[in-house]
């Protein structure tokens, strides 16, 4: 039986593998702050010694991250925030490294600990940010904290710390296991002043699902053409054994 | 079998528990001193097939990896407790909190509940009680031959009694405040109870230390945005949408496996 039989298989696994990252992608298409990956297959050639080159396996692979931007939702919550421009959230990893997210739905724990939606701690000028008791919690533009300490008037107010705002470059960041963006080398990042948030609104996922669906469809096409090789070879080998046949 | 269908399996089941979100607080879309809910989404863990880097011979690297991620999970929802707006009742015993702060309510079994829901009523004992006849805290009896009943901005209640010409000071209100009131826990019926997230509850003489004042003849409305739900709504429906036709897709990708070879 002709061995290319196993070019259309290992085809087909890579399919759906790709598959996989496309259905990742629509499932977290109302995940806020989500970015969306990418996915392309490359040719591996295993052909070796003389004779006609056709043995080449094609291979998916992860092709990085699309960190361009989702599109502002407006929430109304004083704890929502939206970066502006290039701009990321450095938040504190489970690991103790820093991460960056746009995710910014902010709470704050009972510890009074700023935290991101999912629990990781928003750091500030120097690490994790607490903030004091307060009867109202204010973002300004520039990420600075402004509080109404508890049972204080209106007017009184006092600054706490500021959220870390970074700009890396696009280049060096490197989605992780667990869905955080982490640059390249591991290293931390240097706040940039010149970026702006606003408040009272959330990044919504950069996923467009019209691209999802098509390169889902056309996925499914070329499994289907795959398995249309498999049967092929098949049968050529099904006639090759009648033609050969003695009796 | 494909792990498609799993992942968006996910997607399914988290847009299933938005949907059941929203559809509670366009339910509750006139309840009187209700708090929206919002869900919050995060991706599920990534999965590496294939490590970028790893050695493709002895002496090549794979340039990148494969890595898939997991899918999606709800989670958590966060109470909005933004102010609702204030209708006017004019009823004596319809009080609204403006500001920060919650009613105390004891429950049967002793311990103490706390609501936005200012709509009040005497029961037979002439308490003020909710309207599912809880006690409010701190108790107040308002005496059978009462005309009317004030309540000041700062809590005094008060009433008129037929023949007498100065009021009868019936007792204070008190406003109760919590560091984190996001993390107090819903119970129904309007109420909601202490958790370690929530802090412990400081009780204070209402429009006090931060704490609001007492509105009498108003109540509270909650703060669902009706049309703010109807757009997470869609939302929500098209993503489900979405990830059905890739379970479906990936069955027929399946199908066409088994019936073909």
């Known amino acids: 039986m002709d061995r290319g039989i196993y070019i259309a298989m290992a085809s087909g696994q890579n399919i759906m593998s790709a598959q996989s990252v496309h259905a ?23 052909s070796y010694g003389d004779g006609y080159k056709s043995r080449s396996y094609a291979i998916t692979e992860g092709a990085g991250t699309n960190f361009s931007r989702g599109s502002m939702i407006d929430t109304g919550r004083d704890l929502d925030m939206a970066v502006e421009g290039d701009g990321w959230i450095a938040v504190q990893a489970p690991d103790g490294t820093e991460a960056f997210t746009r995710a910014g739905s902010l709470k704050i ?31 300004g533009a520039d990420g600075t904290i402004t509080i109404q300490p508890q049972g204080q008037k209106v007017d009184v107010l006092s600054t706490v710390d500021r959220i870390k705002l970074v700009k890396p470059d696009y280049a060096q960041l490197t989605k992780g296991l667990d869905g955080l963006v982490r640059l390249r080398d591991g290293e931390e990042s240097v706040p940039d002043a010149s970026l702006r948030l606003q408040s009272g609104f959330l990044e919504s996922s950069n996923v467009s699902p019209v691209d999802e669906l098509t390169q889902i469809m056309s996925l499914a096409r070329q499994f289907e053409i795959n398995v249309k090789m498999m049967k092929t070879m098949e049968q050529n080998s099904s006639t090759a054994a009648q033609i050969l046949r003695t009796s | 079998m494909s792990q498609a269908l799993w992942i968006s399996k996910t997607g399914l089941s988290a847009q299933d528990t938005r949907l059941a979100t929203i559809s509670n607080n366009l339910a509750n879309a006139s309840t009187v001193g209700f708090k929206r809910d919002s869900v919050v989404f995060e991706d599920l863990l990534y999965q ?56 105390e309510i004891l429950l049967p079994d002793g311990t103490a509940a706390y609501t936005r829901n200012g709509q009040f009523q005497i029961n037979a004992e002439d308490e003020i009680v909710n ?10 009896t ?55 997230a929530s802090g412990s509850p400081q009780a204070g003489t209402p429009g006090t230390q931060g704490l609001g004042s007492i ?26 949408e979405m990830n059905s036709k890739v379970i479906s897709t990936a069955d027929q990708m399946l199908q066409f496996v088994s019936q073909n070879l």
């Open chain 1, 24 to 46: 990742n992608n629509l499932a977290n298409a109302n995940t806020t702050g989500f970015q969306t990956d990418f996915e392309q297959a490359t040719t591996h050639s295993v």
């Open chain 1, 109 to 139: 724990s009972p510890e009074g600990q700023l935290l991101t939606g999912n629990n990781l701690p928003v750091l500030g000028n120097g690490g994790p940010i607490a903030i004091p008791p307060a009867d109202k919690v204010t973002l």
């Open chain 2, 48 to 103: 590496i097939r294939r490590q970028p880097g790893a050695q493709s011979s002895q002496n090549t690297q794979l340039p990148s990896g494969l890595q898939i991620g997991t899918g999606v999970r709800v989670i958590g929802t966060q109470k909005e407790f933004s102010a609702g707006s204030v209708d006017v009742t004019e009823k004596p015993l319809d009080i609204s909190i403006d500001g920060r702060g919650f009613f």
């Open chain 2, 131 to 140: 309207s599912r006849g809880l006690v409010l805290q701190p108790a107040i």
């Open chain 2, 142 to 196: 308002v005496p059978a031959e009462a005309q009317g009943v004030t309540i000041s901005s700062d809590g005094i209640v008060e009433a008129t009694i037929a023949g007498q010409a100065a009021t009868q000071n019936l007792g204070t209100l008190q406003v109760t405040n919590f560091v984190n009131p996001t993390g107090l826990q819903a119970v129904g019926s309007n109420l909601f109870v202490e958790t370690a």
């Open chain 2, 215 to 240: 509105e009498q003849g108003a109540l509270e409305n909650s703060n669902v945005d009706v049309v703010e739900e109807l757009v997470n709504m869609i939302t929500t429906q098209r993503t489900y």
